[in-house]
């Protein structure tokens, strides 16, 4: 399994909680991956008058590689049945990230 994105925790980034442990392909140590939310915002004169572009991330938490979560509901899916047993991927879900990441591969 490969993971190609880096990101960074920059501004905009909310982080929403705990995901699985994984093995982290750059990194090397297990941990558990966090779900964050990124959003842009348009401002004027410093007044945020629109938030767009939101999208959800899946990353390491010591070196912030990671890949794109392509929905919302996928997200809070991660965040619930990690938060019930973080060491346990349910199969429904694995199918989903691994997915998420082969598309992130596509690009
Ligand atoms: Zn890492």
Known sequence: MTIPVLFGFG???????????HLCDNCNNANR????????KASVYFVP????SREYVYVCP???YGFKI??????????AAAFRDPTTIPDDL???LAE????????
């Open 49 to 52: 008058i629109a938030k767009w």
């Open 70 to 79: 392509p929905s919302r509901e996928l997200a809070q899916r991660v965040l």
């Open 11 to 21: 501004k905009g980034a909310k982080q929403l909680g705990e995901g699985f442990v």
């Open 100 to 107: 998420a990441i082969s598309q992130a591969d596509g690009k």
């Open 33 to 40: 991956f966090i779900v964050a939310e990124v959003s842009r």
């Open 62 to 64: 010591i070196c912030s």
């Open 94 to 96: 694995a199918a989903r």
